[in-house]
Structure formats: structure tokens, C-alpha cells
């Protein structure tokens, strides 16, 4: 073999033991780096969702507002932001359910039946507490000038919502049973109660805002509202859930969509007129009307969520509030029964406030 063959053969063999220790050095540095390079590899596994599915109400709430803003859409302009309406927590419950949706807005008893039938979901933050944005309201051809005069009347209501709730609430107040003193009440949803009022179907009905201020423009009057109840016991919010394998494999967006609704409702105690001005399109209500509804509820920011979520080893105010939403709609026969007030505290996502 001449000189020139044995180096080039022996340039050959150096070559490929050197790229065997650098395959053997690669592979060696992937199986064994260090934690921090794991964790950060970990963290990374799961990518932003492609979509964004939020089952939204239109209230005069921070969620629409952030909706109205576009907020959403900025935070994460690469990802589908798909806002899906609904007329009732109920129906929210339904698509949580079945899996249509990521993020939805119910209120305390919807809230309380969903956590009892175990559906997939939690609560990760408190919109606001219901006050006068909620009402009873009777038409003035209905001769009703306070609860006891209910008697032999048809009130309509959203069974299984804050409405519905306040109502039984109201009259258990007073010492009224519905049957006894027969008074029908009817579950509709809120466009079909204005129809029906429209058609003089109903004497009155339990609704929350924007059909309760079109009821009002149309001859009716408030006879007792959540707030008034409120006083007496009868509390009701609204709440926002999240679909349990939408949380566990994006924890931060969640986070994320609180920042986002946080950033609404300062927007809103900065600029209570020009939040009125945006919503007005979203409630088919005037400006006026709409910042007056927009002020008949008590908007929470992130701030103000550790009281309601409790801390490790205390329970919560909600999770209270829940608990006896969820005992009364046992009587309404909504739930067979309610759990103890531990399992709605494990339903709230009380670490998001630590």
C-alpha cells in the first residue's frame, strides 16, 4: 500500500471515531442535562392553543368589556379568539359538558348544580356580585305592588339561574310557597320573556340586565331586587369556569385571560363613560342606560379574589355561598343533593390568588 493510500485511509478512520464521540457526547448531554434544561423542556411540551373558545352572556360585566376592547385579541393576536353567546348558565353547563368550550360565565346556582354533577370544570375567578342589575319586575296593568300580591299571577324566569334563585328567594322570604299560593312561574329565556311581555302572556318576571331595562321602558316597575335580597341572605354572583383539560394543559393562558379581565375592569373604573359607550352596541341599550346597569353590579378584580377563594386550609367565602345555593336547589329538586362545602372549595382554583 503506498504512503499516499495508508493517510488518506487513516484520515478516514480518525473522521469516524470522531464523529462517534461527538454522537456518543450529543446523546449523552440530551439524557442526562441538567434540571433546569428538563424543566424548561418540559414547560415548553405544550404549545398555545390554536383556539380560544369563550361561551360568553351579555352582561354589562369586565368580560364583555374585554370583549367590547378586543383585549383578548391583543394579548394573543397568533391565536383564533372564538366568542360563543349564550342566553343562560344553563346552556354554558351544556357546552362545558359536551367540551364546545374552553372558558364560560355562569352564575351561583348554574355554578353550584355543575360542580355538583360533577361536570369538568372549575372556578377561576368571581366577575362580579349580583345587585340591582337582577329585579323582579311587574307590569303596571298587573295591580302587584309587593310580593304577597304575586298571588294567582304568572312570573316568568331562566329556571336553574340567579333569576330563578332570587325569585324562590324572595317569596321564601315573605313565608310564600308558590303552589299554595299560585303563583306560575315559567322557565324562559330571556328574549322569549320579553316576547311574552310584549304579548301580555306574563304579569311580570325575574330577569337580569339588558331585558330587566327594557321591561322597565316598556311600562313595568321593580318590586324587589338582588340587592334587597342580598341583605337578607339571598346572595348571588356571577363566575367565570374553565374546562378542567384546558386549565391542566394551559395554565398560563388561564392566568393570562385573568391579567386580561383585570385590565377591563380598571378600564372601567377609569373610564365608567367610555365602558358605557362600548357595551351600549353589546347590550342594545343607550349609553346612559347601559352605565347604569354597568353600575348596578359590584365588579371584582384579581385584587379582591382571596377573599372569595380562601387560602390553603381556609374555605372561602364562595365556596359557602355555593354550598347553600347548591342545599336550596336540592329543594327545587335541580340536584338529587349537594356536596359538602370541601368539594366546592376544591372546585375553585384558589391557587391562581396565592
Not at 378586543?70 to 357546552?95: C, H, M, Q
Not at 370544570?121 to 296593568?141: N, P, R
Not at 299560593?181 to 330571556?190: F, H, R, S
Amino acid at each position: 500500500m503506498s504512503f499516499r493510500r495508508k493517510m488518506n485511509w487513516l484520515i478516514i478512520a480518525l473522521f469516524s471515531i470522531l464523529i462517534a464521540l461527538t454522537t456518543a457526547c450529543s446523546n449523552q448531554t440530551s439524557s442526562s442535562g441538567t434540571a433546569k434544561e428538563v424543566i424548561s423542556s418540559s414547560s415548553q411540551s405544550d404549545p398555545a392553543p390554536k383556539e380560544i373558545r369563550l361561551g360568553y352572556q351579555v352582561s354589562p360585566n369586565a368580560e364583555l368589556l374585554a370583549k367590547a376592547l378586543g383585549l383578548l385579541e391583543k394579548k394573543y393576536p397568533n391565536i383564533k379568539i372564538n366568542w360563543i353567546k349564550f342566553d343562560s348558565g344553563r346552556d354554558v353547563n351544556t357546552a362545558i359538558a359536551s367540551g364546545s368550550i374552553d372558558f364560560g360565565l355562569v352564575g351561583t346556582p348554574p355554578g353550584a348544580i355543575g360542580i355538583a354533577k360533577g361536570l369538568p370544570c372549575q372556578v377561576f375567578y368571581l366577575h362580579d356580585v349580583i345587585g340591582e342589575s337582577e329585579a323582579l319586575v311587574v307590569k303596571k296593568s298587573s295591580g302587584i305592588k309587593s310580593l304577597k300580591d304575586l298571588k294567582g299571577k304568572k312570573i316568568a324566569t331562566t329556571f336553574s339561574s340567579t333569576s330563578h334563585f332570587s325569585l324562590l328567594g324572595a317569596l321564601k322570604t315573605e313565608g310564600m310557597n308558590p303552589e299554595k299560593e299560585k303563583v306560575t312561574i315559567l322557565d324562559m329565556q330571556p328574549p322569549d320573556i320579553y316576547a311574552a311581555w310584549k304579548r301580555n302572556d306574563i304579569d311580570g318576571a325575574y330577569i337580569w340586565q339588558p331585558t330587566q331595562a327594557k321591561l322597565i321602558s316598556d311600562g313595568g316597575y321593580i318590586i324587589v331586587t338582588s340587592k334587597d335580597l342580598a341583605k337578607k341572605g339571598v346572595v348571588t354572583a356571577e363566575l367565570g369556569i374553565v374546562h378542567k383539560d384546558f386549565v391542566k394543559k394551559y395554565p398560563d393562558i388561564v392566568k393570562g385571560y385573568i391579567s386580561v379581565l383585570n385590565e377591563a375592569v380598571h378600564y372601567y373604573r377609569d373610564k365608567p363613560e367610555q365602558s358605557a359607550q362600548l357595551l351600549s352596541n353589546e347590550l342594545e341599550l343607550s349609553p346612559e342606560e347601559s352605565l347604569k346597569t354597568m353600575r348596578q353590579i359590584i365588579w371584582l378584580d384579581g385584587s379582591q379574589q382571596k377573599k372569595y377563594f380562601g387560602e390553603s386550609g381556609q374555605i372561602g367565602e364562595l365556596a359557602k355561598v355555593l354550598k347553600d345555593t347548591g342545599v336550596f336547589m336540592t329543594t327545587q329538586k335541580a340536584i338529587p343533593s349537594a356536596p359538602d362545602v370541601n368539594t366546592y372549595q376544591q372546585a375553585l382554583l384558589s391557587d391562581l390568588y396565592k
